[in-house]
């Protein structure tokens, strides 16, 4: 099998094999994706940690050894909890500055440094990282980081992010891999069955009149949710949806809440 990583800050996942083509995600730096398909200037990939499927240009990716690519995918790598990290390449004499929820393989806490493939990169900051052992608690420091990013469609990194994509980059920030989609995410985790017994970090899903799930995020304290509508804003949520207080109005039809911290 083909595979490939990518060395730039976002590259865009596009619906098809060309720059108009619609953006339906991204791939953050530091991740892995199996090539499906290779053209002479366009791939159809598939993400390795979230299965998600597009097509990437292929000079905006770097091609990597299968047995390379497994040895990082299943290796204990860090994920930058940094709104942007600058870092540089050894052999580079500018920084790339990669946003939260980029990838670090073989990392050393002792220099900073890190490897992809074979580049080695140092840390021109100190970068900081999220545990799993404290998402609880840690939970609403991470989603209010993201707060006033605009909506993109596609988008899962600070300069913009769509609902879902703001789910999956905050849970992948303390280890934690869900699908890239909302209706795919409220597939997984366990049915909280009232809303006053939702705990921060428990995902809320959202559907319309016909029963679609159209929108997600992120329980915190205080019975509010953090999610990306227009921008990532914090409003109140309870039994109904998302009660927006400057317009007066709920939002957004609660359908579940479902906690993704714990196996079924």
């Not at 849970?171 to 699908?179: Q, Y």
Request: glycine share 6%; net charge negative.
């Amino acid at each position: 099998m083909q595979y490939a990583v990518s060395v730039l800050p976002v590259v865009p996942l596009r619906s098809g094999a060309s720059e108009k083509d619609e953006m339906i995600s991204q791939l953050l730096f530091g991740e892995y994706v199996r090539i499906i398909e290779k053209q002479q200037k366009w791939s159809f990939v598939e993400i390795c940690h979230d299965r998600y499927q597009g097509w990437l240009y292929n000079p905006m990716i770097m091609e990597v050894s299968e047995d390379s690519a497994l040895k990082s995918i299943n290796s204990d790598f860090r994920v930058t909890g940094n709104l942007f990290l600058p870092v540089k390449n050894t052999t580079s004499k500018h920084p790339v500055y990669i946003p939260a929820g980029s990838s670090m393989y073989e990392y050393k806490p002792a220099s900073n440094s890190f490897r992809i493939d074979n580049l080695d990169f140092q840390c021109q900051q100190e970068p900081f990282f999220y545990t799993r052992e404290k998402v609880r608690e840690d939970i609403n420091r991470a989603a209010i980081g993201f707060l006033n990013i605009p909506y993109l469609w596609g988008g899962k990194n600070p300069f913009g992010m769509d609902c879902s994509g703001l789910t999956q980059t905050v849970m992948k920030l303390f280890g934690i891999t869900i699908p890239r989609d909302a209706r795919q995410q409220v597939e997984v985790g366990i049915t909280v069955n009232f809303a006053d017994e939702a705990q921060p970090g428990d995902l809320a899903f959202f559907d319309n009149e016909e029963g679609e799930i159209i929108h997600t995020g992120i329980i915190i304290r205080n019975q509010q949710i953090v999610h990306a509508s227009a921008q990532v804003m914090v409003d109140r949520i309870d039994h109904q949806g998302i009660y927006n207080a400057a317009l007066k109005q709920y939002t957004h039809h609660l359908r579940v809440i479902k906690n993704v911290l714990e196996k079924p």
